[in-house]
Each structure stands twice: as C-alpha cells, then as structure tokens.
C-alpha cells in the first residue's frame, strides 16, 4: 500500500485537503483513503452529504476563502488540495489554486464530463445573462433548473418580458432566501434534491406547461442527461449555460485516474 507517509516533526501524518459537494465526492474521498492517504473533506454548506465511510476520511463544513483555506492547510499539515466542487463552482476553484500557490504545495483539480452539444432542440450560451435573455425571448413558461446563486438575473429579465418563471432549487433555506429576494413567489418555487429521473422532469414540465428548460452543462451527475430526455420528450426548448474555461493543468477525471496522479506527484514513502 502507498499513500503519505510522510511525518512532521511531531509525528503528525500529512493530510490531503479534498474540497468536495458533488454526488462524486465519496467515491474520490474512499479511493484516496483506500490507498493510503489521510483525507480531509470540506463542504461549503450543511447540507447532508456522504463523504465516505473509511477511517481515514474526516469531513468539516462551512464555506472557506482564501485566508481560512491558507490557515486550514497550515493548522492541518495539508500537503495537496484536490478541488472536486461543482464544475460552475469558479470562485472556489480560483481560491484553491490560489491558496495551493501561496503555501507551495500540489493542486488537482477533478471535473466530471461534461460536453452538451447545439442540436435537437438544445441552444448553448456562454452565461446566465445570455441565457436568460434567450429563454424568455418567446413568451414561454420558462422552467429554471441552475441552482439558487443565479436567480436574479432571470427573474428580472422574465418580469421585464412577462414571461412565467418556474425555479427548481434545494430545499434549503439559503435557497428558499435566495428564492424570496429574487422577487420568485412560493407558487413558482420546486424544491427538491436532484439529481431527478426523466420521468420526474417530465411531469414538471407537464405540471406547468413549460416551453423552456434551462440547465448548465454540469455533466451525467448533474442530471443534465434526464432533463434533455424529458425536455425532448415533451417538445420543450433547452438552453444550456456552458461551463467557465478552466485550467487543463492537473485536471482528473475519474477516482483511479485522481489517485494515480497523487501517487505519481508527490507520494513520498519512507
């Protein structure tokens, strides 16, 4: 077996800080305690996730910026940072790159396929701003499924056009705040925890004659596969939001291939 092996002078094993909150984080989280390493697991939010069960994988929550990262990896005897958020997740992405920098030591990143294509209904724009103005350019009932930070800029832009909105969130209460300052009633709100069957989506779509379905392109664990099926099924319009560029330096895509990288990088056995 490999893994860190390497001890401070305290005797303490070094530690590999994985920022997670994606369905993938215990899959990559147990493939790296597996094989030998000691895992941190943050989550920004509380919302329940399983992180993995081998006694090698602690988990903390609560969001983290540059300055409490910096300290965590100090405080910790951090040795890699592995950033598995959300593919759209692009502030925390810029801190862990930042903060690995600053404290010199390894940085991957994991990003889950993605790679939505323009065809069969599907129109693909560069950002939520563009991708609100082409939902509601037909005066349809629009069914918004991105999450809760982006909220605004479609309410905004479906009152100016008098377009219904239809917003599909986390049943959370920074979503349901996210929701009320963004002006969306409690009528036009779905919570629920994804990711959602084709079937499910269909039946929203039924349930409010929905023209438009709006995504982002977050891969096969994001659900973007069932919503295209349903919104293909239902004859609905799809807008895509696509992923922010990224760094292609360091990036894994598969839990074999993340711990292949650590070991081929910085195992050091002693």
């Known amino acids: 077996m490999f893994g860190w092996l390497v001890r401070d002078a305290a005797g303490v094993q070094a530690v590999i800080l994985l920022l997670g909150g994606t369905s993938e984080t ?3 989280a147990e493939a790296l305690a ?51 958020t959300h593919p759209f997740a692009s502030e925390a992405r810029r801190t862990a790159v930042s903060v690995a920098k600053e404290t010199k030591i390894p940085h991957l990143t994991f990003m889950r396929d ?15 701003e563009g991708a609100a103005c082409v939902a509601c350019r037909g005066g349809k009932p629009v069914l918004l499924t991105v999450g809760s930070k982006n909220l605004a800029v479609y309410a905004s832009e479906a009152r100016r056009m008098g ?9 959370h209460a920074d979503s349901r705040r996210a929701a009320h300052e963004a002006g969306i ?25 929905i023209g438009v379905l709006v995504t982002k392109d977050s891969g096969e ?20 939001v696509a992923r922010p560029q990224a760094a292609t330096d360091g990036v894994v895509g598969s839990a074999a291939e993340l711990v292949r990288e650590v070991s081929r990088r910085w195992c050091v056995v002693l």
């Open 34 to 84: 597996e094989a030998g390493y000691r895992v941190l697991v943050s989550t920004a939010t509380d919302i329940p996730l399983f992180v993995g069960a081998h006694p090698n994988i602690e988990h903390r929550r609560g969001r983290l910026d540059a300055t409490a990262m910096a300290a965590l990896v100090c405080e910790r005897n951090v040795r890699a940072i592995v950033d598995a």
């Open 114 to 128: 993605g790679g939505v294509t323009a065809e069969g209904g599907v129109e693909i724009v560069s950002n939520h």
């Open 185 to 209: 009633a409690e009528s036009e709100l779905v919570t629920g925890r994804g990711p959602f069957s084709v079937e499910e989506n269909r039946e929203l779509i039924r349930r409010f004659g």
């Open 221 to 240: 664990a994001g659900g973007v596969r069932e919503k295209l099926e349903a919104a293909r099924q239902e004859g609905c319009h799809v807008v895509v």
């Open 163 to 171: 377009v219904r909105l239809i917003a599909r969130v986390l049943e």
């Open 26 to 28: 215990a899959t990559l």
